[in-house]
């Protein structure tokens, strides 16, 4: 990325009132474009206009892409960061809660951009910024739901970014591991032990740590910027080594 790459652009980010969507909308705010933060929780930091959208209504996602659009004449940037969370195996959880989780994580994915794209067809640097998660592809315990549901995100990047490809729109996914989010850290002060599970977690990722909003952020800016112009249908891995490294338990030699 270089200095200005994003002057003159404008980027709407869901869920975006706090954790990865807020660094997300603080980079690109940063880096020079316009952001809105769309968000049941309008709230967000200065510089970036909150505007009240729940990604479970398709009346409030258009209304909410709607008010970008007239407000500052176009939309260049979309990324698809709202999502809940959810634990539990196949049997832990009713229909009504896979649906719900469904509903956000991957119909939110459909609705915003289904709302966006007549805009973005219009933008000399139109991306879509999806977020899946590390659970999409690694078998982790208790987390079915949530897994199937990030599991969608990343087929359904690759098919909309072959959906639009001829028409200059680019479609990524961002891949995150464990990140230093409030329902992270929501997660850990719920467990009977909290400091054990926060080294468990910390440990399952090769670099020993919890992945940080802003390092997920960089990619996302990466991808959403003019110079990845020739990137599409990729998912990039922001997982401390997770998905690819397989470490040993004990150094090589070590008895």
Not at 41 to 53: F, K, L, S, V, Y
Not at 70 to 86: C, E, F, K, M, S
Request: hydrophobic fraction near 45%.
């Amino acid at each position: 990325m270089t200095a200005g790459e994003f002057d003159g652009l404008v980027a709407a980010v869901t869920g975006g009132a706090s954790g990865i969507g807020a660094a997300v909308a603080q980079r690109l705010n940063g880096l020079g474009a316009t952001v809105a933060v769309l968000d049941r929780d309008d709230t967000a930091e200065p510089g970036i206009t909150a505007i009240r959208c729940d990604v479970g209504d398709d009346t409030s996602v258009r209304a909410a892409i709607k008010q970008v659009v007239r407000r500052w004449g176009g939309l260049d940037i979309v990324v698809n960061n709202a999502g809940v969370g959810a634990q539990g195996t196949v049997t832990d959880n009713d229909d009504s809660e896979w649906l719900r989780v469904y509903d956000v994580n991957v119909l939110g994915i459909v609705r915003v951009s289904r709302a966006a794209l007549p805009h973005l067809r219009q933008s000399k640097h139109p991306a879509i910024v999806n977020i899946s998660s590390i659970a999409g592809t690694a078998g982790l315990p208790r987390r079915a739901l949530y897994s199937a549901t990030k599991g969608a995100v990343l087929a359904l990047t690759r098919a909309m970014a072959a959906d639009h490809v001829r028409e200059g729109i680019r479609v990524n996914c961002v891949s995150p591991g464990t990140v230093d989010t409030p329902w992270i850290q929501r997660l850990i002060e719920s467990a009977a032990d909290p400091e054990s599970e926060l080294s468990a977690l910390a440990a399952r990722q090769p670099l020993g740590r919890l992945v940080t909003a802003a390092e997920v952020a960089a990619a996302v800016a990466y991808l959403a910027g003019p110079s990845a112009a020739s990137t599409t249908g990729s998912i990039v891995e922001v997982d401390g080594g997770i998905s690819g490294l397989r470490m040993p338990t004990k150094l090589a030699g070590a008895s």
